[in-house]
Nanobody, 128 residues
Framework: QAQMVESGGGSVQAGASLRLSCING????????MGWFRQVPGKEREGVAS????????YYSDSVKGRFAVSRDAANDTVYLQMNNLEPDDTAMYYC?????????????????????WGQGTQVTVSS
């Protein structure tokens, strides 16, 4: 199955910024929704942000609202996650995935079961 390719992770101090990138690694069907998720060992993968490509609407979990911003560069088929004012609790492996939906309501729900074509992830580590 075609996968996304994430990059841009790293180790930073609290308060710093990072920008993650997600490039389409071969998903050939039209994409209406892209999501960013994160996971720490021993915990479930959680939705962080998504973008409904039809109209550009974006959605965020409460934990990152106001600090993270998701955007898309259509020309390069790339989705970004700009992460500002990073906190130690943001430490996780970050993944992007394609939403298997035509609707904004499902895109905004950020349920892992509604997304496919997961990438391998990029690690973000934030130290205090």
């Amino acid at each position: 199955q075609a996968q996304m390719v994430e990059s841009g992770g790293g180790s930073v101090q609290a308060g710093a910024s990072l920008r993650l990138s997600c490039i389409n690694g071969g998903h050939q069907f039209r994409i209406f929704c892209m999501g960013w998720f994160r996971q720490v060992p021993g915990k479930e993968r959680e939705g962080v942000a998504s973008i409904y490509i039809r109209n550009g609407d974006t959605y965020y979990s409460d934990s990152v609202k106001g600090r993270f911003a998701v955007s898309r560069d259509a020309a390069n088929d790339t989705v970004y996650l700009q992460m500002n004012n990073l906190e130690p609790d943001d430490t996780a492996m970050y993944y992007c995935a394609v939403g298997r939906t035509l609707t904004a309501s499902v895109c905004s729900g950020l349920r892992t079961s509604d997304f496919i074509s997961w990438g391998q992830g990029t690690q973000v580590t934030v130290s205090s």
